[in-house]
């Protein structure tokens, strides 16, 4: 979960895709997961992107 100044999304933890339903960021990071990719529909549903160490983007 991601917190913007008091707003709360949710963050793919595979590509860093920011997302305001937490079950379209779990959708994204499982096919992410599980194809080394992203997801077109799903990616177009973000609303932005975070990066932070570690973080495969």
Known sequence: MVNVKGSRYYACGECGLIYED??????????CREH??????????????????????
């Not at 937490?22 to 096919?31: M, N, V």
């Not at 549903?45 to 975070?50: E, H, P, T």
């Open 36 to 57: 080394r990719t992203c997801n077109r529909d799903i990616a177009s549903r973000s609303i932005g992107y975070i990066r932070s160490p570690g973080l495969r983007l």
């Open 22 to 31: 937490r079950a379209l960021a779990e959708a994204c990071e499982e096919w």
